[in-house]
Structure formats: structure tokens, C-alpha cells
């Protein structure tokens, strides 16, 4: 991948420079840390290498910290074009490795990796900005996502709470599960050995996770609403927490039996429509992949990006 530029986009860039007005300062310490009057004035234009071949510096005339106009981009520090996040980010949600994308443009796995928290990063700051004040007027339909990490004897459970009118990812959480299911004999010799030196999750781990989505939902909910709907499966841990660890005045539970057809009609639509596009979208969490992640953080970090859309 090969970024250009020419001396028009060069002129666009100055105008945005002129036009651009410092949100806050970068000192913690400021008292306009977070915001306020007209707190900045120029000082000067630093020459970089880079494009657009300057830069806007600035002067907090309070606590006279000097900052930069990259200062406030996403690329700031990171010695790489914006454009590149860009392609990450894009290359990311359609399906592609971390390696492909590397070789694309000519980055390193650990750069691409890097990169990739840090747009996780900001894109869960947006998520949490344009979130937070918003109030539950609508049903939800709650399940669980399940892959792995590192290999298959270390599954788990993304457990996500979506709106069924606006199919919005209203909240999420991550839970260590065990290895099920039938193994061969080497399998179990295998994870005998696992459990022998690093033990057994938690068996209560999807319990204690919906407790959180759930109670996260209660403090959402809109006064003027009555019980929320909510619609999950059959799994017995949901059972468990409505019936014991939530006030039953709060959810009007209704349970959908895994086998229905999972089309427009079905009121998990929401959920297994979004477990559809991770399966498809991102490459770590489709069926038989080599590209699997290979901690929690970076598994994260994926469904952050493509949830932020």
C-alpha cells in the first residue's frame, strides 16, 4: 500500500490546520483538561518529513504546556499515516489476518497488532461516549458468542446484550468457559494434563457475566418504561440470575428454544444475526481457522472494532 500526496491535498490539509480548534489541553493537571474557553494560542509551525510537511504547534495560555495539531489525531506517536489506520480498520471488519494485512502494507504482525488495540481502544472510548446517556426503549435479546483463544481447549463466551427493534449492542463481557464435548483419547490426555497444571475455570463464570450485563441494563433503564423484555434460550444460568440475583420486577423473561428457525420472525434474530456476521466478518472467529487469536485482548479487540460499527 502506497500513500500519496500531491500539493493540493497538501493546501487542503493547511485550511484544515487553520481551521482546527484545540478541544482541550493535553496537560491532566490544566484545568481545561477536559474542556473550556479559548484556552490555546499559536506558536509557530513545526517542518516534519511526514505529510503534510508541517505542523500547527499550540500554547496553553493557563499552564503554558506547548502541544501540536497531531497531537489530537489518531496516528499521533504511531510514525505511520493516518491512511493506514484506515485500511486496518477496514481490512479488520471484511475477514482479513492480521499477517495478510501486514503484507499489504508492508508492516509488521506485532505493528498490525499494535494498531489494532489502539483503534479498539478509541473506538470503545466512542462506543462509551455515544452510549452512555442513552435509555432502554425496546425489548433485548441476550445470548452468548462462543469461540476460542490460543486452541480449542481454551473456549469461551462473549456474552451480548442487543436491542430487537435497533439491533444496537447495548452492552458486552467476556467469560472463561471449559472444554465440553467429545475428545478422543488423546484429547483427554491432553487436557488432564491442562487441568493437572493450571486447573479449571470457574463453572459459574456465564452466571457471574450475565449478572453484569443484566445489572448494567438495569441502570439503563428508562424510568417512564415499564419491564424490560427480554429474550434469551433455554440456558439455565439465565434462569438462575433472574430468579436469584436480579429483582424480578425489572425483566419480563422470555425463553426461545434453540432449535426455532433462526429467520426475521424469531425474536433472537438480533443476536444470532449478529454471532452470523463475527462468524463471517472477522477471521479469528470463523469455523476452522488458522487465524485464531491467540489471547483474550486481541479477540477483544476485533469484536470491539466491528461492534463499533
Known amino acids: 500500500m502506497e500513500l500519496k500526496w500531491s500539493a493540493d491535498s497538501q493546501e487542503i490539509e493547511r485550511i484544515k490546520q487553520e481551521k482546527f480548534v484545540p478541544p482541550y489541553c493535553p496537560n491532566p493537571k490544566c484545568q481545561y483538561h477536559n474542556g473550556g474557553k479559548h484556552f490555546w494560542v499559536k506558536n509557530g509551525v513545526l517542518k516534519v518529513k511526514k505529510f503534510p510537511g508541517f505542523n500547527q504547534l499550540y500554547k496553553c495560555i493557563d499552564c503554558g504546556r506547548g502541544f501540536c495539531y497531531t497531537a489530537f489525531k489518531l496516528n499521533y506517536r504511531h510514525r505511520s499515516d493516518e491512511g493506514f489506520f484506515q485500511y486496518i480498520f477496514e481490512a479488520t471488519t471484511q475477514g482479513h489476518s492480521n499477517r495478510s494485512i501486514a503484507r499489504n502494507i508492508n508492516l509488521s504482525e506485532c505493528s498490525v497488532r499494535n494498531k489494532i488495540k489502539h483503534l479498539a481502544r478509541q473506538t470503545l ?58 475428545m478422543t483419547t488423546s484429547q483427554k490426555r491432553k487436557l488432564q494434563n491442562i487441568v493437572k497444571s493450571h486447573g479449571r475455570y470457574p463453572t459459574d463464570r456465564i452466571r457471574v457475566s450475565t449478572k453484569e450485563v443484566f445489572t448494567n441494563l438495569m441502570a439503563r433503564k428508562n424510568s417512564e418504561m415499564g419491564n424490560i423484555q427480554l429474550y434469551t434460550d433455554e440456558h439455565k444460568a439465565y434462569k438462575i440470575v433472574l430468579k436469584r440475583d436480579i429483582p424480578s420486577d425489572t425483566f419480563e423473561h422470555f425463553t426461545i428454544n434453540s432449535k426455532a428457525c433462526r ?41 470491539i472494532l466491528f461492534g463499533g460499527l
Open 125 to 182: 472510548l466512542k462506543w462509551e461516549e455515544l452510549s452512555g446517556p442513552l435509555k432502554i426503549n425496546e425489548a433485548i435479546a441476550y445470548d452468548g458468542f462462543e469461540t476460542f483463544v490460543h486452541s480449542q481447549f481454551d473456549p469461551n463466551n462473549i456474552n451480548h446484550a442487543v436491542g430487537v427493534d435497533s439491533l444496537f449492542l447495548y452492552d458486552f463481557n467476556y467469560a472463561h468457559l471449559n472444554r465440553k464435548g467429545k
Open 263 to 303: 429467520d426475521g420472525r424469531n425474536p433472537l434474530f438480533p443476536v444470532n444475526h449478529l454471532d452470523l456476521k463475527l462468524r463471517h466478518f472477522l477471521k479469528s472467529c470463523t469455523r476452522e481457522t488458522i487465524a485464531f487469536n491467540k489471547n483474550e485482548s486481541g479477540l477483544m479487540d476485533r469484536y
